[in-house]
């Protein structure tokens, strides 16, 4: 059954039980897949500042007197997030292949607007090959609109993002114990 509105999402201080509704509800605010669990104490948060830059390397946790980390984490269920890895799995295989096409095909890069250096970016790796990586990191920012969820960027990650997604994640996470983290990239 499901919410009829985002205040029917939490159930319990901290777990959240959410149903993703990914059709506007005719002018009215759709229902999110997600929530927003209580702030951390102010004491507990600096400590995981702390943890952050002397265990994860996190060392721009704070810029001036404004945190660069958020006091609240950022709750949905199981199936919520299995649908965000699924979407995201498909579209780097999707921006693969397109690389892969604009790599083959010169004519398609003018057409795409593709900056003349960047043209010969690819008139070399068409030459002599791409530049050979061991990894490839990319971090896709999905947005939650009425109309769903919604892509901004794709970014090439940097590894501070490892920091985010697995340090900052596991020290939040003992603060609602009803909840779990999603998984740790940087273990994988």
């Not at 919604?150 to 970014?155: G, L, M, T």
Request: net charge negative; proline share 7%; with cysteine.
């Amino acid at each position: 059954m499901p919410p009829s509105h985002a205040a029917d999402l939490h159930r319990g201080a901290d777990r959240v039980s959410a149903i993703a509704n990914y059709k506007p509800l005719g002018g009215s605010i759709a229902c999110v897949p997600f929530a927003f669990g209580n702030a951390v104490p102010e004491e507990g948060f600096q400590q995981i500042q702390n943890r952050m830059a002397l265990d994860c390397c996190k060392w721009d946790a704070q810029i001036g007197d404004v945190s660069t980390l958020f006091r609240q984490s950022l709750l949905m269920d199981q199936e919520t997030w299995q649908e965000l890895v699924q979407v995201t799995e498909a579209l780097a295989s999707e921006l693969m292949s397109a690389e892969h096409e604009l790599l083959e095909r010169p004519d398609l890069q003018k057409l795409s607007g593709l900056p003349g250096p960047l043209r010969s970016v690819f008139a070399k790796a068409r030459r002599h090959g791409p530049t050979p990586c061991a990894v490839r990191a990319l971090r896709f920012d999905f947005h939650f609109t009425t109309e769903g969820w919604r892509i901004s960027e794709v970014n090439s990650d940097v590894p501070g993002g490892y920091s985010e997604a697995s340090c900052f994640t596991e020290r939040m996470a003992e603060y609602f114990p009803n909840a779990w983290p999603a998984g740790n990239p940087a273990s994988r």
